[in-house]
Each structure stands twice: as structure tokens, then as C-alpha cells.
């Protein structure tokens, strides 16, 4: 790890820690805490793919839906009127509707050969932003002077790693700039987040092969064709799967790295709480 000991987590001039787990347990909580002091860079994997590696893809799309509109299409045309998305680290939404959700059209969903290849874009993205952690580690301090930096992954950070293979590159590169910390929920936090994403389903990424066995247990089980999918129940479907697909992923990959549990998250209040929180951990 790059900080062996709780005497070399006190004794670093310049701290550097990339988080991970579950959306909702508090990995941004924490970084807005952190960022909040003054003397610690946020770099979010999630605005990175979204301003640098799907922006394009993000705004083509809206374009494509606003060219229905005969009078939105004439403006566009006519270099009237230009479409963009307003990504910020608190409104990550137009990558969320970008990856949409499969199944039938009149509800809003995707042919599924669409939303495979939305999914394939999103994990090239993400593995791009993931590999930009250490520049932007550097950047952080060579241009604005930030002592500190953490990275802020996405939940799906755990699809694209083997987290079993000592070598495996892109884990290599990320522990080799920041101390991995996973946060850690238990049972009752992930019943909260299954309630939670069942009043508002969001789109997620998944592992091509795990999205593939969950899209054909579906249609057996509700004996529908893929444009009979409901796309909002579907991913409901889904949800819990990819909890308990994730978890033994996540558990692999925190031996890289050291775990705290989102309760310990919840009760950071202060820098001070989460320098004493890590060091408690090493």
C-alpha cells in the first residue's frame, strides 16, 4: 500500500486516497467534505466520463431527440440555438439517462443492441477516467497547489478490475498513486439502497456477461419478448443481482487496500475525522 503504517499516513506532507464502493454509501460525502477544507483535490470519475469521455455522446444524443422537433430542428440547422449537457459533480444525471434503460420503446426503453453498446462505451470511459487518476493526482498539485487528493470512483469500478490477479494493470497503476479505501455497508444499508433504487430506478453499468445472464433470466421468467420489457422494472429486476454480484468483488479488491464501513463515512464531520478514521485503519 502506499501508506504502510498509521505513522506514515500522519507523517505524508501529501495524502492521496481513491474511494470506492456501493453508490449511496457515502463516497461523496466524503470527497465534498474533504474538498470543502480547502486542501483537498476532488477528482470524480463519474464528471470525468461525463465532461471528457461521453460528452459527445451525451449531447448527439439529445441533438437526435430535439431533431424530431420540427422547430427545434430548424434552429439547430441554423446555428439558432446549440444543445449541451449541464454535468456538475452534484447533477450526474445526463450520463445516467445517456446509458438509459432497455425494453420497450413506448415506456421509454432501448433496443437491447443499443444498450449494449451504450454499456461497451461507458466502460471504456470509465476505465479511460480511472487511468487519468494519476495525472490528474499531479495536476491537482503542479497547478493549483491542492497537498491532497481523492479519487471518487464509481460503483462499477469493481466490473472492470480482477481484483484475484496481483497483476492485474489498471489496480497496479491506481494503488500505486493513492491508498484504496472501500467503504464497507452491512446488510441493513443494503436493504436502504435496494428501497431506495426501487422509488427511483436509476441506470447503471454492468459486466457485459453478468448484464447478459440477467437480460435472458428476465425474459424466461416473465415469458416477454425484449420489446415487451419494462425497462423501470427491469433494472429494478437487476438491482439487488448486481448488489450481490458486486459485494465479493468489492471484499477482493480492499486488499489492496485498507476498509472502513459507511457508518464510520456517516460520522465524518471534519478533515481531522477522516485523517483519524484512516490512520485507525492502518
Not at 494503488?175 to 455497508?185: A, D, E, F, N, V
Request: hydrophobic share 35%; aromatic share 12%.
Amino acid at each position: 500500500m502506499l501508506y504502510s503504517s498509521a505513522a506514515d499516513w500522519r507523517a505524508a506532507s501529501h495524502k492521496s486516497v481513491l474511494v470506492f464502493g456501493m453508490s449511496g454509501l457515502g463516497k461523496t460525502h466524503m470527497s465534498n467534505l474533504l474538498r470543502a477544507s480547502g486542501s483537498w483535490f476532488h477528482y470524480s470519475i463519474d464528471y470525468r466520463i461525463g465532461t471528457r469521455y461521453m460528452g459527445e455522446y451525451i449531447a448527439d444524443n439529445a441533438k437526435a431527440e430535439a431533431m424530431k422537433v420540427p422547430f427545434l430542428r430548424d434552429l439547430l440547422m441554423s446555428d439558432s440555438i446549440y444543445i449541451g449537457s449541464n454535468i456538475t459533480f452534484d447533477n450526474l444525471s445526463p450520463v445516467a439517462t445517456y446509458l438509459g434503460k432497455p425494453g420497450d420503446p413506448t415506456r421509454g426503453g432501448l433496443p437491447i443492441t443499443e444498450y449494449r453498446r451504450r454499456q461497451e462505451q461507458f466502460q471504456q470511459a470509465e476505465i479511460a477516467a480511472l487511468r487519468d487518476t494519476a495525472h490528474f493526482a499531479q495536476r491537482a498539485e503542479a497547478l493549483y497547489g491542492y497537498p491532497n487528493f481523492i479519487c471518487d470512483t464509481g460503483g462499477s469500478i469493481c466490473e472492470w478490475v480482477n481484483p484475484e490477479d496481483p497483476e492485474d494493470p489498471l489496480l497496479n497503476e491506481l494503488s500505486k498513486h493513492c491508498l484504496m479505501i472501500w467503504i464497507k455497508g452491512d446488510a441493513a444499508h443494503t436493504q436502504e439502497l435496494v428501497r431506495r433504487f426501487d422509488r427511483a430506478p436509476k441506470p447503471m453499468a454492468y459486466q457485459p456477461a453478468f448484464l447478459e445472464n440477467v437480460w435472458q433470466q428476465y425474459l424466461s421468467d416473465n415469458d416477454c419478448s425484449e420489446e415487451e420489457v419494462n425497462p423501470d422494472d427491469f433494472i429494478r429486476f437487476t438491482y439487488a443481482r448486481a448488489l450481490a454480484h458486486r459485494q465479493p468483488r468489492y471484499e477482493t479488491m480492499s486488499q489492496w487496500g485498507i476498509t472502513v464501513t459507511a457508518d464510520q463515512v456517516a460520522a465524518l464531520r471534519t478533515p481531522e475525522d477522516f485523517d483519524a478514521m484512516v490512520e485507525g485503519c492502518l
